[in-house]
């Protein structure tokens, strides 16, 4: 499988699982169809469409390949009409976002990489890839979005791109080395999520260290 070929099917895979976490995240706000379909497409193809234009490829996938809407309709109708047992899962929308932000991660830095730019400019545009299309569900559903929490998130896809981008500089790049990279990355969100891992914060001030008034 040459490279294309594997970018493709990654990005596609990617679009259906980051499409099945916005369409469950509208259905939980109670979001009529259009609204579960716009969500759904704009989780699915937002990072998508701010890598293509930051690396210069336009039109974007994202808007000029029609198999990316038809995967993201496809991906919210199935979300829709089995929800009974989307919804049987343990958080379906954290799970299909984890697995979104892996593939993702990963297939952002390869179509960087395909288009000749840098280790750095592709690992950058990996994580953003991964990250904007829960940046946009977040804010459309006018929530703080998850990389500005105290969450491993946007670090778990920085590893994915990172483990991505270092094999194929060094020459250690296999055909596994995509799945391993998506595992580190699926693996750091999803345990993360069960086991309370956080970044450190640094909340506190003076003022409200300093003893109260006498």
Not at 1 to 9: D, K, S, Y
Not at 29 to 45: E, H, K, P, Q, T
Not at 93 to 102: H, K, M, R, S, T
Request: charged share 10%; hydrophobic share 55%; aromatic share 10%.
């Amino acid at each position: 499988m040459n490279g294309h070929t594997l970018f493709t099917l990654l990005d596609l895979a990617g679009t259906f699982a980051f499409a099945i976490s916005g369409a469950a995240a509208a259905k939980q706000r109670n979001l009529d169809l259009f609204g579960i379909v716009v969500i759904a497409y704009s989780v699915a193809c937002g990072g998508g469409i701010v890598r293509d234009l930051c690396i210069g490829a336009i039109p974007p996938a994202g808007l000029a390949n029609w198999r990316y809407l038809l995967v993201a309709i496809v991906a919210a109708l199935m979300t829709v009409g089995a929800y009974a047992q989307v919804e049987r899962l343990n958080q379906p929308v954290l799970l299909f976002d984890a697995v979104g932000l892996g593939l993702f991660a990963v297939s952002g830095a390869q179509k960087a990489l395909l288009f000749g730019h840098s280790a750095e400019v592709a690992i950058l545009l990996g994580t953003t890839t991964a990250v904007g299309g829960g940046v946009i569900r977040d804010v459309m559903l006018t929530r703080v979005p998850v990389i500005l929490q105290r969450e491993i998130y946007a670090s778990a896809a920085l590893a994915g791109a990172v483990i991505e981008v270092g094999a194929q500089t060094i020459g250690w790049a296999t055909d596994w080395s995509p799945w391993f990279a998506m595992a580190v990355c699926f693996g750091l969100r999803y345990f993360s999520l069960q086991y309370h891992w956080h970044l450190p914060t640094y909340a506190g001030s003076r003022a409200e260290k300093a003893p109260p008034p006498q």
